[in-house]
T-cell receptor, first 115, second 114 residues
């Protein structure tokens, strides 16, 4: 069974700095997919970025990037040049490749960006 | 306009009443999902639908049932609602239920059962 753990419940950062948040996962599959989502204060949940387990390069989308450390079963999210609107809850999620199933989510990390 | 639409946004029901939560998507996605979100428990999968009339229980299906008669529409039904079903319910869809298909989420329905 897959499991996703986010140990940081909250992080506070100053605007225009970099924030890094951790996520570790458990799976028996050799092939799997990792996702990060953002939930804003209004409750909207949006997809940010994805890492396929077979890809060695870390994914990057805009000012979001991933730190994929497969031997450690870790997928960190890095947000550079943070803005006030990056304040949100960030969820890590995964799906194993062997069969159709829903994503399993971590409990989230709340990021507060201060001016 | 690619989106998932949930209705209603807010709902108050008395214990024992039936509840219908509706979800629609305009992306012709095969797979749709219902999750509930509770503080400290995160997002928990209730049901997954792979296509019309092809539904599967998620991690917490007890007390819920679903209906998918058209690909674009997925309903969650609570028969005789209970107070512990007070939660925020999210519908999501994905192109496929496998691989790297990401979700598009609806805006959520806040359900209060009193």
């Amino acid at each position: 069974a897959q499991k996703v753990t986010q140990t940081q419940t909250s992080i506070s950062v100053m605007e225009k700095t970099t924030v890094t948040m951790d996520c570790v996962y458990e799976t028996q599959d050799s092939s799997y997919f990792l996702f990060w989502y953002k939930q804003t204060a209004s409750g909207e949940i949006v997809f940010l970025i994805r890492q396929d387990s077979y890809k060695k390069e870390n994914a990057t989308v805009g000012h979001y990037s991933l730190n994929f450390q497969k031997p450690k079963s870790s997928i960190g999210l890095i947000i550079t040049a943070t803005q006030i609107e990056d304040s949100a809850v960030y969820f890590c999620a995964m799906r194993e490749n062997n069969y159709a199933q829903g994503l399993t989510f971590g409990l989230g990390t709340r990021v507060s960006v201060f001016p | 306009d690619m989106k998932v639409t949930q209705m209603p946004r807010y709902l108050i029901k008395r214990m024992g009443e039936n509840v219908l939560l509706e979800c629609g998507q305009d992306m012709s996605h095969e797979t749709m999902y219902w999750y509930r979100q509770d503080p400290g428990l995160g997002l928990q999968l209730i049901y997954i639908s792979y296509d019309v009339d092809s539904n599967s229980e998620g991690d917490i299906p007890k007390g819920y049932r679903v209906s998918r008669k058209k690909r674009e529409h997925f309903s969650l039904i609570l028969d005789s609602a209970k107070t512990n079903q007070t939660s925020v319910y999210f519908c999501a869809s994905s192109l496929s239920g496998t691989g790297n298909s990401d979700y598009t989420f609806g805006s959520g329905t806040r359900l209060l059962v009193i």
